[in-house]
Every structure is written in structure tokens, then in C-alpha cells.
């Protein structure tokens, strides 16, 4: 059995199987062969991850990168942790939460994982949490998801939860920015309505006044019915990420919309910003990531990437991605690779403490969320480069 075996089971399509061993093989140029398909030279028994991302659906164009991250990370590892091989098992949640409850129930009954990292859909992460809580099986969620996660005693959560940034982004147009009156428009799911709520509470909390909100459904092609209800605000508050982001932006931008936009960070997160263009020029966003922050565990998770593969993009996707990795070797060593127990290996994930890409990042050991800075940022368009500009850290 080698080192470290990703396997991807039950997807689509074999386009997307395709695309993603393509995605794998670009992410681990130059790895050596034999730690990828050779012999394991270690007599230990492999510790299995399961990884449950959406190849398919709204999200569906996350899921590639992130496999390659998460792959490349364990691969600069040497594929072990604790002294022990690690196999990564990878399942499609096609951007559904009973999708992905179907897969977490096969992680655990199949494949006996010790540990899932799940998930990028907000409902998928919630779903799949009271199952994998019932069989002590530890969950990691690699990005912002929507609160609920902290429930269970053996989620954690690798980056803020999503309301955490919103909030912090309405604070900062009421106060910073002196804007009086918003308007909401956000998807109608648990990561929509977390963030839109949280934008709410910070902005009306120094003297703002949300004055309508709009909820399209996940999915939306056509936004027109919704931008003709904005009116003039001074301001629209965007909760809508993946493939709406960019119908999103380029219709308000088609359809003149006059009010700023600002947004959570996954509305102009790298991964969308080529496909967004010069639509995207402007809007501000309060995000825990940027590919722009200027740390040492930044710049070494970027050059690294690129240096397997020239056209990566770092985004909080693929840096929730390498970071999520990071969490998981650290604990695992910490445990000396006894992960038996996933009680014990879910308190030992809270305790992390590492320097992720974003800064130094912890976890609170109750909750299981994490403590880490905020980055105010507008999209700027530099020399024909669109990207994003930091305005403001905000220390967590």
C-alpha cells in the first residue's frame, strides 16, 4: 500500500475524475513517484482522512484546488504524520447537504476513517455533523461556515465562522465609512443568512439601518428581479459566493447598479476574480484571507504551490485547504499517531496552535472556532491585475 492514497469515489461524471488527476498531478509535480503509488516503507498502519468537497453544483469549481492543496500538503509531509502513512479519501458533496450526509456515512461505515474534513457547503457542514458527532468521529471544517458547528464536541472549525468577517464588515461601513442605510441581498441558505444577519447586526449596532433584505435562491442565473428592488441605498451588502458571486456582479455591473457593493470575502475571493473582471473593481470586503497579506507562512504556502504547479491561485479555499493539512499533521504528531480514540484526537485538533497563511491562528478549546485577525480590502485593478488591495487588519 503506498504512503498516501487519494481516492475520489461516486462524482459526476468521469470529466470531473479526469479533472481532478489532472489537478492532482499539476499540485504534485516533481513529488518522487514512489511516495505517491510506491511501497509504504513503514510497517504502521495508515491513518485515514476522509474529505468531503463539492466537484459539483454551485461550488463545484472549489473542489478541484482544494483536493490538489490538501494533497500537496500531506505530500510535503513525506505522506505521514505520527509516524503513520496517511490515506486521504475523497467524496463529492455536489453542493447538497443530503449529498453529503450520504458520503459521510460512507466514510465512516466504508472506509473507517479517523477524521473527515467537511465541509465548503454551510448545510452540508451542519448536516454532516451529528453523524460523525454520534461515532466520535472528528470534523474539521477548512473554511468559514455558518455557527452550529461548535454544538458538537468533536467539530472544529479551521478559520472563523462566517458571521465572525460580516460582522466586522458592517461595523466598518457604518463607522469608517459613515454609510447610514443598506440593502441585503444574500442567498436563501444557512451560510446567506448567517452572514447577512451578522452584517446587520454590526452595521446597526453604530447607527446604520438595513432597510430591505432579499434572499435569492442558492443557484440563481438571472439577479435582475432583485437589483430592480435595490432602490439607493448607501450602500448593498452581497451574501453570495461561487458561481452566483459572479452572476452577481457582473449583472449589477451590466445593470448599473449606483450603491457600492460590499461583501463577505467569498464574493471576490481570488478563484472568482479573473471570471469577475473589472466588475469586481471596488467592492470592499472583510475577509480572514487575502492572497495579499504579507506574512512569512503566506509567502511560503504561495511559492510553494506555484512551484508545483505555475498556475495555481491562492484563495482562502486553497489556503483553508493547505491550513486544514497543517492542523492535522500537527495534532496527529502531538498524538504520536494515536488516533484511536476520536474523542481525545478532536481535543487534540483544538489545541492547535500554528501560523497559518492569514497569521497566527488558534482555536477556543470549548468551541472549537478559531482565533484569528480580519482584513478589510477592496478590489483594485493594477496595471490590468485585479486583486485585492488590504485596507485595515483588524487583530482577532
Not at 454551510?122 to 454520534?134: R, Y
Not at 451560510?191 to 430591505?212: L, P, Q, S
Not at 486553497?318 to 497543517?326: L, R, V, Y
Request: charged letters at 20%; glycine letters at 10%; hydrophobic letters at 40%.
Amino acid at each position: 500500500m503506498s504512503p498516501i492514497v487519494s481516492v475520489r469515489r461516486h462524482l459526476s461524471s468521469r470529466s470531473i475524475v479526469a479533472a481532478g488527476a489532472l489537478a492532482l498531478t499539476l499540485a504534485l509535480a516533481g513529488t518522487a513517484s514512489s511516495s505517491r503509488f510506491g511501497p509504504a516503507k513503514s510497517s504502521a498502519s495508515p491513518i485515514k482522512i476522509g474529505v468531503i468537497l463539492p466537484y459539483t453544483g454551485a461550488f463545484g469549481l472549489y473542489g478541484k484546488p482544494m483536493e490538489a492543496t490538501i494533497t500537496a500538503r500531506f505530500a510535503r509531509n513525506s505522506n505521514k504524520a505520527g509516524g503513520h502513512p496517511i490515506q486521504l479519501v475523497f467524496e463529492d458533496e455536489a453542493t447538497d447537504a443530503k449529498t453529503a450526509v450520504l458520503k459521510a456515512t460512507k466514510l465512516i461505515t466504508q472506509d473507517k476513517v479517523s477524521a473527515v474534513i467537511c465541509c465548503v457547503n454551510g448545510a452540508s457542514t451542519l448536516a454532516v455533523a451529528p453523524i460523525l458527532a454520534d461515532r466520535k468521529i472528528p470534523q474539521i471544517g477548512p473554511i468559514p461556515n455558518p455557527a452550529g458547528l461548535d454544538k458538537y464536541s468533536t467539530g472544529a472549525l479551521a478559520a472563523p465562522t462566517a458571521g465572525h468577517d460580516a460582522e466586522l464588515l458592517g461595523r466598518y461601513v457604518a463607522r469608517k465609512q459613515k454609510q447610514k442605510t443598506a440593502v441585503i441581498v444574500a442567498s436563501d441558505f444557512s451560510y446567506g443568512h448567517e452572514v447577512a444577519d451578522a452584517f446587520e447586526r454590526g452595521f446597526e449596532a453604530f447607527g446604520g439601518k438595513v432597510t430591505k433584505a432579499m434572499y435569492p435562491s442558492l443557484g440563481t442565473q438571472d439577479y435582475g428581479a432583485y437589483l430592480t428592488q435595490v432602490g439607493n441605498p448607501d450602500v448593498v451588502f452581497a451574501g453570495v459566493a461561487g458561481a452566483d458571486a459572479i452572476a452577481f456582479i457582473k449583472q449589477a455591473k451590466r445593470f448599473g447598479l449606483k450603491p457600492p457593493i460590499v461583501g463577505h470575502g467569498p464574493l471576490v475571493t481570488e478563484l472568482l476574480l479573473q471570471a469577475e473582471g473589472t466588475a469586481a473593481v471596488g467592492i470592499t470586503a472583510a475577509f480572514y484571507y487575502s492572497s495579499q497579506i504579507d506574512t512569512a507562512a503566506n509567502k511560503g504556502f504561495i511559492a510553494y504551490m506555484k512551484s508545483k504547479n505555475p498556475n495555481f491561485v491562492p484563495s482562502h479555499f486553497t489556503a483553508g485547504a493547505w491550513n486544514t493539512g497543517s492542523v492535522l499533521i500537527d495534532s496527529i504528531n502531538r498524538m504520536k499517531g494515536n488516533v484511536g480514540d476520536g474523542q481525545k484526537f478532536a481535543k487534540s485538533i483544538r489545541r492547535t496552535k500554528i501560523k497559518a497563511p492569514w497569521g497566527p491562528m488558534s482555536f477556543d478549546p470549548k468551541t472549537g472556532n478559531v482565533r484569528t485577525s480580519t482584513y478589510i480590502y477592496t478590489v483594485v485593478d493594477d496595471g490590468g491585475t485585479v486583486e485585492h488591495k488590504i485596507r485595515q487588519r483588524i487583530a482577532g
